[in-house]
């Protein structure tokens, strides 16, 4: 039998006691380049073995003081239909205790809609880091393809800051000029220090419900070779964390739901490093603002050998 996956290697809790839950969602079906996104959820966990339990940025070890699961995947069975496997992956975050800070693993950019609405069905704002808009309708005939979920985000209501973008449909271009609900942040322009302020200054300013959706191929190449759709530029490694400090900072925003979608694990493993140390920062820098420092020691970590 395969054991359960772990972060850091490190024990899960109950989940009804958990403050973290990471939700492996290794669901590939709609892939348009490079193929791979379901073997990310794990690779990215095996990675997290590597990590130190310190967090150098916020300089403390979050899970001394709190207590994080692993839940098990969500996987789409065989022969399914695309819309049954959406309703159950809704339906598995629905049931999720609401507190905790979840972190969802990808997988495709397909399966953050459903979980979007579960969880945040009042409405709210998407954050969204890509390369690629993914305002498309439909794409190779599918609602549910990994070009479509901002899509559908917005026809629910809910407001984009899209972050990085550098390939877009001409009808995504004009959704966007003509679409007040959407704002973009185009990744040649975030080149430009003063636009880049204004970026984080639109971060700091937000409040109410945020979920952080986070593409890898949102990121440099030059940094992160292992994702499904790659393209030029890109944000930094530094940059990437500048944005999940603004939101984490920001004490009017609710940030509750984070996903880190379209890994492809490669031979060199760097890129899913990369991905386990960015789990790890959003554990860090969410913990610290909600003040779980300041807990009795009664974490995940406490008991385990980090020696």
Not at 86 to 95: I, K, N, P, V
Not at 205 to 231: E, K, R, Y
């Amino acid at each position: 039998m395969k054991r359960p996956m772990q972060f850091l290697s490190l024990p899960n809790a109950a989940p009804a006691d958990a403050d973290v839950l990471i939700l492996p969602v290794p669901h590939e079906q709609t892939v348009t380049y490079k193929a791979g996104t379901a073997n990310g959820p794990e690779a990215i966990l095996a990675a997290s073995e590597q990590l130190e339990f310190f967090e150098e940025d916020m300089a403390w070890c979050p899970l001394q003081h709190m207590k994080l699961t692993v839940l098990p995947t969500v996987e789409a069975i065989e022969h399914e239909a695309e819309e049954a496997f959406h309703r159950r992956l809704f339906e598995t975050a629905e049931q999720l205790p609401a507190k905790p800070l979840l972190i969802a693993l990808g997988g495709e950019h397909s399966i953050t809609p459903e979980m979007l609405f579960a969880r945040l069905p009042a409405g709210g704002t998407v954050v969204h880091i890509d390369a690629h808009a993914d305002l498309r309708p439909r794409y190779h005939g599918s609602i549910y393809n990994h070009a479509c979920p901002m899509y559908r985000i917005r026809a629910r209501g809910y407001r984009l800051i899209q972050i990085g973008i550098r390939s877009l449909h001409a009808n995504e271009a004009a959704q966007i000029e003509s679409d007040d609900g959407i704002t973009v942040w185009f990744d040649r322009a975030l080149q430009r220090p003063g636009v880049w302020q204004q970026l984080l200054d639109q971060l700091a300013s937000l409040s109410g419900p945020v979920w952080l959706s986070i593409d890898m191929d949102g990121f440099d190449p030059a940094l992160i070779t292992g994702v499904g759709t790659p393209q030029p530029g890109g944000l930094s490694w530094h940059q990437g964390l500048d944005l999940l400090q603004a939101l984490t900072a920001n004490r009017a925003v609710d940030l509750r739901n984070i996903d880190i979608v379209e890994l492809v694990p490669e031979p060199g493993r760097v890129s899913e490093m990369m991905a386990a140390k960015l789990v790890q920062k959003c554990i860090s820098y969410w913990g610290k603002s909600q003040g779980f420092d300041q807990r009795l020691t009664q974490g995940s970590q406490i008991g385990a050998d980090d020696e």
